[in-house]
């Protein structure tokens, strides 16, 4: 497992982790971005992209 942390204050929702890796991010019904703290191994590679595209670096992977 893998964590992940998004620093609410820094995200403006932009939602390019979703199109990334949509098993772990999603825009919930107000366009705010909703996702799952703890991610399985086989979607390393997907959060990695996430934590990449994201434009305010508000994503990160907890080692």
């Known amino acids: 497992m893998i964590a992940i942390a998004v620093d609410m204050l820094l995200c403006q929702h932009y939602g390019q982790c979703v199109?990334?890796?949509p098993k772990i991010f999603h825009l919930n019904d107000d366009d705010k971005l909703e996702y799952l703290a703890e991610?399985?191994?086989s979607e390393r590679a997907n959060v990695e992209s996430a934590v990449d595209v994201c434009p305010m670096q508000a994503i990160r992977i907890v080692e």
Do not use: S
């Open 39 to 41: 991610a399985d191994d």
């Open 19 to 21: 199109f990334e890796a």
